[in-house]
Structure formats: structure tokens, C-alpha cells
């Protein structure tokens, strides 16, 4: 019995020396599991807003972007990132002790934000938006950015306007596939269309990189011309943007350590 209790000590004084002391595991199988979870989101997006009006009583805190959450979410900061399912996937993929929890919201549908009343404008997004939907252009920009093996390819517009005025388009390059660096230069899906956009429109594109939140106040002072930054179409936003056809859907995810 000596033998056993000194044992039982020499275990314990070990595990405590350690700090390997088992911590309680996290449980996500529901958006209601979420209700009194540490959570990080990236600011002015819709995971934001679904926190703020769905969960009340949540302890959140929201990042620049998806990544910077995820890194908070690593070192146990957070219990749980809302994010975009595409976004979150690549994160996940970028880091294997990471991974989505069986749970979906609702859908959204992305959509291209331009001021209010700019009606030229929209009506050439929204031909080009039919245009590459019907030519074929569309699965090709899928299988580029949204690859199944996830060797995401860059593509580039040919035969570009002559004229040197530009049309400025505004994203937060911290949301791939559609917006990411590379290198010194912007690249992704909504880079792309925006590039087909501005050709068709007959200006150069000039793209604008700053944070998701202060997208909208950019568009209503003209700093920028429109935003394709995977932004959701959402009534609130409405009040503010005139929104394109939807060119993309997609769902907010949960993603937990494993």
C-alpha cells in the first residue's frame, strides 16, 4: 500500500511539475454550444453580426482577419472562430491542429457593393456577372481558386482597356481564395472578375487594399468605386451599398481546435 500511495505521489507531483494538467474539452456540435464560448470572428463581416444579434451573452472579439483569429484560436486565447467556409477551410488546411465543426448557418450569397444610385456602374458588374456565368468563364475561375486538391492556380485577363482612366476597387486581401497576397501583388477570384470588370467597364483596374470594416464608409466618401471583398448581400448593408447580382454562395462555419 506504501509502495502504491508513494507511486500515486510521484505521478501527481510529476503531472504538476509538468503543467500537464488535462484541461476540459471544448463541445461544439451547435450554433446553442456557442452561447458561452470565447469566440473570434473578423470585424464588419457577417459572423460578426450573426454573434452580435444571435448571441447575446457570447464573450467575442473580433480580428482584422480570418487568420489572426485562428492564431488566438491555436493558443487557446478563443474556443471557436466564425468565419467564411472557403476562408476557413484554407486555414484549416494551413493548419492541421485545427478543424471545422460539424455545424452550418445559413447560406449567404457574395455580391459586388457600389454606391448608392451609381447605376452605370452596376449595370456593367452585373453584365459582366452574366457574361462569365454563361461563356464559361466562371468554372474556369472555380477550378483556379477553388481547386479540389487545393493548388490554388492564378489566372490573368487578356486584352485589357486602352483607356488610362481606372476604376478603384476596394478588398481586404486576407480572405482566400477570393483576396490574398501574393508576393507584392493582390491576387484571388474576386481579383479576377474585378480585372474582367473593369475591362468591361473600359478603365483600368486600380485595387485598394484595406480593412473589411472600413470598406463601405471608403465606398460612400469615393475613395473607392466598388468593393468585391466575398462581402454578403445583406439587408443591413443595403441601407447603405447598391449590391450586384450574387456571383457566389456560401455558408459561416465554426472552426475549433481538435
Known amino acids: 500500500m506504501k509502495k502504491l500511495l508513494a507511486g500515486i505521489m510521484t505521478t501527481a507531483v510529476m503531472v504538476a511539475l509538468m503543467g500537464c494538467t488535462p484541461k476540459a474539452k471544448i463541445e461544439i456540435n451547435s450554433?446553442?454550444?456557442?452561447?458561452?464560448?470565447k469566440i473570434g470572428c473578423q470585424a464588419g463581416t457577417t459572423g460578426e453580426i450573426y454573434i452580435q444579434e444571435n448571441l447575446p451573452n457570447a464573450q467575442y472579439k473580433s480580428f482584422k482577419t480570418g487568420i489572426d483569429a485562428a492564431l488566438d484560436l491555436k493558443n487557446r486565447a478563443i474556443d471557436a472562430v466564425v468565419l467564411d467556409e472557403l476562408p476557413a477551410k484554407e486555414i484549416v488546411r494551413r493548419n492541421p491542429d485545427l478543424m471545422i465543426a460539424d455545424v452550418q448557418f445559413a447560406t449567404?450569397?457574395?455580391?459586388?457593393?457600389?454606391r448608392k444610385g451609381d447605376s452605370a456602374l452596376l449595370s456593367s458588374i452585373n453584365k459582366t456577372i452574366a457574361a462569365i456565368k454563361s461563356d464559361g468563364t466562371y468554372e474556369k475561375m472555380i477550378n483556379a481558386y477553388m481547386p479540389v486538391d487545393?493548388?490554388?492556380s492564378t489566372l490573368s485577363v487578356s486584352g485589357g482597356a486602352s483607356s488610362s482612366d481606372i476604376v478603384k476597387m476596394g478588398?481586404?486581401?486576407?480572405?482566400?481564395p477570393f483576396?490574398?497576397?501574393?508576393?507584392?501583388?493582390?491576387e484571388g477570384f474576386d481579383i479576377y472578375m474585378s480585372e474582367l470588370i473593369a475591362r468591361d467597364y473600359g478603365k483600368k483596374l486600380q485595387v485598394v487594399d484595406m480593412n473589411f470594416d472600413g470598406?463601405?464608409?471608403?465606398l460612400q466618401s469615393g475613395a473607392i468605386d466598388f468593393i468585391a471583398a466575398g462581402m454578403s448581400a445583406t439587408d443591413e448593408r443595403r441601407k447603405n451599398v447598391d449590391f450586384s447580382e450574387?456571383?457566389?454562395?456560401?455558408?459561416?462555419?465554426i472552426i475549433i481546435r481538435k
Do not use: R
Not at 108 to 114: F, G, H, L, R, S
Not at 171 to 176: E, Y
Not at 179 to 186: R, S
Not at 246 to 253: D, E, G, K, R
Open 31 to 37: 450554433e446553442a454550444d456557442l452561447a458561452d464560448k
Open 108 to 114: 449567404e450569397e457574395y455580391a459586388i457593393a457600389v
Open 150 to 152: 487545393g493548388n490554388i
Open 171 to 176: 478588398t481586404n486581401a486576407a480572405f482566400p
Open 179 to 186: 483576396e490574398y497576397t501574393l508576393g507584392t501583388k493582390v
Open 215 to 218: 470598406l463601405i464608409a471608403a
Open 246 to 253: 450574387p456571383y457566389y454562395t456560401s455558408n459561416q462555419v
